[in-house]
């Protein structure tokens, strides 16, 4: 029995260890060529962009995780002599930080509403925000376009970021996670004289604090990587996030790409590291109250 428990956890350790670096392979070969001087990536990849990248490559090709030599030249091209990857890598920046701002602040507020205010209107209220969440966000797109340009806020920040401050899906995962703090908790407070602003800001708040960290670093991730909203929002290139203008970079210059695309995952990548405690107990705590 003990044989063949090990040998079925070392079956699921060894399933692991590939379907980690299957995934993991393109993220680390993306850093580490970037680092590569224009003449080794020519000669390692070079056939594959060959023909515009068309076609089937079937020979003169070879995957490289180690550079002969480490070179800067992609970074100081594209950060320091095209200083146009800088910029839209800073409307990037701009584009999203506001969205997470407003959306958490949105679900915070929205979340408490559904769990304080009880009756048929709610859940009514709060379906209508599940149908929406269920709704992939090619279909809002045209209403939005539309909506915008009534506005007059299209070619403009505000389209990309109104739509995104009003998301539904935070307020569905933070109202779940609201509702599981105990009742008793609260009324115990509105005993003590507690406001529902005090009692909205020093109870409901700290008990979702791992829950806010969790919907601002899967917002962040979401947002970060559009393509779609500012392609149809944004019509000038020059207010467009850095998402859109990867794709712009032609194939005569692969390492320019391979940095590029480093420098926009560092903040993704960051963030993930920094908040993964806190993603991961979003996710799966079960709202107990710690003391």
């Excluded at 590029?260 to 993930?272: C, E, H, K, Q, W």
Aim: proline share 5%; charged share 15%.
């Amino acid at each position: 029995m003990r044989k063949k428990r090990y040998f079925g956890r070392t079956l699921d350790f060894l399933l692991c260890a590939v379907f980690a670096l299957a995934f993991l392979m393109p993220t680390v070969l993306t850093i580490t060529n970037s680092f590569m001087s224009e003449a080794e990536i020519n000669a390692n990849y070079g056939a594959v962009f060959a023909g515009g990248g068309g076609g089937y490559v079937s020979k003169n090709v070879n995957l490289k995780f180690i550079p002969d030599k480490v070179s800067f030249s992609q970074y100081i091209g594209g950060l320091i002599k095209s200083p146009e990857y800088l910029v839209k890598f800073w409307n990037s920046v701009l584009l999203v930080v506001p969205i997470v701002a407003a959306q958490v602040c949105v679900a915070a507020v929205a979340a408490y509403g559904f769990t304080r205010w009880r009756g048929r209107v709610r859940s009514f209220i709060f379906f209508f925000y599940v149908i929406l969440m269920l709704m992939p966000y090619q279909v809002t797109l045209v209403p939005n376009y539309l909506v915008s340009e009534w506005l007059h806020i299209l070619n403009t920040s505000w389209a990309i970021i109104l739509p995104g401050a009003f998301a539904p899906f935070s307020v569905f995962l933070l109202t779940k996670f609201m509702r599981r703090i105990p009742y008793a908790l609260i009324e115990a407070a509105k005993v003590d004289g507690a406001t529902e602003w005090q009692i909205f800001t020093r109870i409901c708040l700290p008990q979702c604090r791992s829950a806010l960290y969790s919907i601002a670093i899967l917002v962040f991730i979401d947002y970060w990587n559009m393509v779609e909203q500012p392609l149809i929002l944004l019509p000038s290139a020059d207010k467009q996030p850095l998402s859109v203008f990867l794709s712009n970079i032609n194939a005569g210059e692969i390492g320019l790409a391979f940095a590029m695309a480093t420098v926009y995952m560092l903040p993704s990548l960051l963030i993930f590291l920094h908040g993964e405690e806190y993603l991961v107990e979003g996710i799966a705590h079960q709202g107990s109250v710690k003391g």
